[in-house]
C-alpha cells in the first residue's frame, strides 16, 4: 500500500521568506507525484505534478518540487512567500491499483504567511 | 469551460435523513471520483466511476453510502441515514481519461453539517 507523510502540519513564515513544505512518499512501485493547494472553503487546485524526466518540477505561482527517489521525497518550495500563499497545501500520489488511480493524499500543511 | 460543478456547497440534515451530493465534471470528462475530507485531516479516496459503471468503491463504507454517474446528468453521492460522523466536506473530481498522468480536476466541495 502506499502512503504519504507530510511531516509539518503548520508552517509559519514572514513574507518575503522562503519556505519549503516537505512530503515523504512509500511504495513498492513507481509513482507519479503531485501537490495540491486549497484555499479557505474552496476546492483544490494542482500546483505541480512529477510524472517523469526532470526530478524538478515548476509549477504555478513560483511553485517548484524536487523528487528524489533514494529520499523517497517530493519537497515543495518557493524562494519567497506572498500573504497570498496562505492556504493549506496537500501532497498526493497516485496509486494504480485494480484499474482506479486514485489520489492517495497526506493530512496537508498549513502554510501561513505573515506580513 | 466551465470547472467542476459540485451543489449543493452546503447542506445541513438532521441525524436519520438522506443526504444527495451532486457532482457535474468538466465538459468532455468520463470519469468522476469521489473524495471525503474530515476535520483535520486530508482527502481520501471514496469511489470511482466511469458512465453507468463503478470502478472502484474500495473506499466506500459498506453501509449506507451509493454512487452513480447515470448516462445523463451528474455523478450522485447518496448517504442514507446520515449520522454526526458524516459530517465532512465532500469533493468530486474528474478527468478525461483513465491513465493515473492525467490529472483530476476538483470541484468547490460539498460540506455537510449533521445536527
Known amino acids: 500500500a502506499q502512503s504519504v507523510t507530510q511531516l509539518d502540519s503548520q508552517v509559519p513564515v514572514f513574507e518575503e521568506a522562503p519556505v519549503e513544505l516537505r512530503c515523504n512518499y512509500s511504495s513498492s512501485v513507481s509513482v507519479y507525484l503531485f501537490w495540491y493547494v486549497q484555499y479557505p472553503n474552496q476546492g483544490l487546485q494542482l500546483l505541480l505534478k512529477y510524472l517523469s524526466g526532470s526530478t524538478l518540477v515548476k509549477g504555478i505561482n513560483g511553485f517548484e518540487a524536487e523528487f528524489n527517489k533514494s529520499q523517497t521525497s517530493f519537497h515543495l518550495r518557493k524562494p519567497s512567500v506572498h500573504i497570498s500563499d496562505t492556504a493549506e497545501y496537500f501532497c498526493a500520489v497516485s496509486h494504480l491499483q485494480g484499474g482506479s488511480e486514485k489520489l492517495v493524499f497526506g493530512k496537508g500543511t498549513k502554510l501561513t504567511v505573515n506580513p | 469551460n466551465a470547472g467542476v460543478m459540485q451543489n449543493p456547497r452546503h447542506l445541513v440534515r438532521r441525524r436519520g435523513q438522506e443526504a444527495r451530493l451532486r457532482c457535474s465534471p468538466m465538459k468532455g470528462h468520463s470519469h468522476v471520483y469521489w473524495y471525503r475530507q474530515l476535520p483535520e485531516e486530508g482527502l481520501k479516496f471514496m469511489v470511482y466511476?466511469?458512465?453507468?459503471?463503478?470502478?472502484?468503491e474500495s473506499g466506500m463504507p459498506k453501509e449506507r453510502f451509493s454512487a452513480e454517474f447515470p448516462k445523463e446528468g451528474p455523478s450522485i453521492l447518496r448517504i442514507q441515514q446520515v449520522v454526526r460522523g458524516d459530517s465532512a466536506a465532500y469533493f468530486c473530481?474528474?478527468?478525461?481519461?483513465?491513465?493515473?498522468?492525467?490529472?483530476?480536476?476538483f470541484g468547490p466541495g460539498t460540506r455537510l453539517t449533521v445536527l
Open positions: 466511476l466511469q458512465k453507468e459503471n463503478i470502478i472502484d
Open positions: 473530481a474528474s478527468s478525461p481519461l483513465a491513465g493515473y498522468t492525467d490529472t483530476q480536476y
